[in-house]
Each structure stands twice: as structure tokens, then as C-alpha cells.
């Protein structure tokens, strides 16, 4: 494949102003051998993040930006780059610095090679603190394990897309939209191309950890219902425990009517037991319910405040 194709460069960014200057001093000494594009979608930042693309735009008509009346979140934000994209090969990647650059012509070499789908897979996490290492491990094994569609692991939204990738993306009909999912179900040719994670430049993460703990969720409702079954089973489970539990009451009366005292903590233990079981499964239940009532408002996915270049 000739190099007179088109490069996407879709960087979502959230209250990044100190990020955007360093990340194009690496970035774009990478890229400027391809015919490229840029494209910032500001998830509605408060800080001077708009305000400092706007003056790298001023350098390069290559640089776009689109901006959000509000924050959507990070799925949202790219949802958006890729509606907006014209390239051929669509790379994705955060602006914090964590994801290098450095080995975007790798990704578009597997690319050329015919790979539709080239993930940016973490070969080494050593800036990350315990903590999120470990709850990285625990979020693809158990999503993994729930969901009827395999995700990579260590894999994140550092990525590249071929066009016919980026439009069947475009063309899907959900609001809820966990991409990484969905990438994967639709199970486009893919390799990998493997990094050591750096450490974040400038600023906090904005992934905390309610932040993650909601992400799981929607990844994992999005992709499966066996959190659904398994509601199903603990219900079976709670009703069968209920049910030994008074054989074995009317055999304890029967046998030992002495011996036998009514007492608080068995009944205690049995209705946390139950209630716990039951609010377990209205929650399951409850965030299903909670995507097919996003799904048929058909509200926009999200709502542009301005355009530059685009």
C-alpha cells in the first residue's frame, strides 16, 4: 500500500490544557510524513484546553477541533471523532502522553499488512500503582468471563481502524456505547502491536475508581446477559438454602422439642441473607432497564458546540 493515504488522529481530551503543547511535540514529528489529520474532541473541558488547540490550530490547518457543550464522557468523545473522520487508517489515543506515540508507523505496518483492527496492547504497566494494575487484571478477566464477546486484555482505546471498521461503528444504532466491545464483536481482522505504559505527563487521571466500577457495568450490560442468569441462579439457590432451612426447623421441633429454641440470629442472617440476594438482582435488573430506557429516548449522543476545520 502506498503512503498517499489518509491518517485520522482522534485524540479525545477532558481538562487537558497542560497536555496538548507536549503531546504535538512528539506526535507530529511522527506523522508528518503521512497525509494526516488531527482531530480534538473536547469533552467539555473548564479549563484552557479549547483555548490552547485553538492556538495550534492558528500553526496547522491539519489540527481540528471539535467541542461539546458538555461533558459526555470519554466513549462519547470518540464516538464523535470518528463520525467526523476522513481517513483511511484511524488511530486513536488519550493526550496524557501514556499511550507513545512513538509507534504509530508500526500500527499503520500491520495495518498496510491487511490487519483491520491493530490494538496498542500494554506490555508493561510499571507507572500504574498496584491498585490499578490489579483492578485492570480483575476488569478483563471478569468481563471476560460474563460478556459472550471476547475483549483483548490490556487493551484500551489505543488503537488503529480501518475506514470499513470506523463506518461499521458509525453505522450502529445504540446510544450506550462501550467501543471496545464493540470493536471486538465485530470481529474484523486484528493484531496487536505491544508498548511499555508510560507515565502520565501532566495532571490527574480522570478515571477513579466509582469511574471505573461504572465503565465495567456498562461494558459487561452491554455484551451479555449472564449477569441476568446469574440473578436467575442466585434466586433458585436463596429459594433452595430457604427450603432446606425449614426441613430442617420441623426436624429439629420434631426430634428435639427441648433442645429447641426459637432464637433472633437465624432469623436475622436468613432475611439479610434473602434481602441481599433480592437487591442484588433488582440492581442487575435495574441497569438493563436503565439502557433500554436511554436507548428509546433517541436523545443525540451527544451535542457539538462548535466546529474548526471540519
Known sequence: ????????????????????????????????????????????????????????????KNIKLVSFLRNFGHQMALSAGYDQAHGDAVISLDADLQDPPEIIPEMINKWENGAKVVYAKRDKREYDDYFKRITAQVFYKFINFLSDTPIPSDVGDFRLLDKSVVQFLNDLPEHSRFLRGLVSWGSYTSDFVYFEREKRFKGQTHYGFFKMVNFALEGITSFSIKPLRIATYLGITSGFLGFLGIIYELLMKSLYPQQFVIGWTGLFTAVMFLGGIQLITIGIIGEYVGKIYKEIQRRPKYLIKEKINL
Open 1 to 60: 500500500m502506498s503512503d498517499d493515504f489518509l491518517l485520522s488522529i482522534i485524540i479525545p481530551v477532558y481538562n487537558e490544557e497542560s497536555n496538548i503543547t507536549p503531546l504535538l511535540k512528539r506526535l507530529l514529528p511522527i506523522i508528518k510524513k503521512y497525509n494526516h489529520e488531527i482531530i480534538f474532541v473536547d469533552d467539555g473541558s473548564n479549563d484552557n484546553t479549547t483555548s490552547n488547540i485553538k492556538k495550534q490550530i492558528e500553526k496547522d
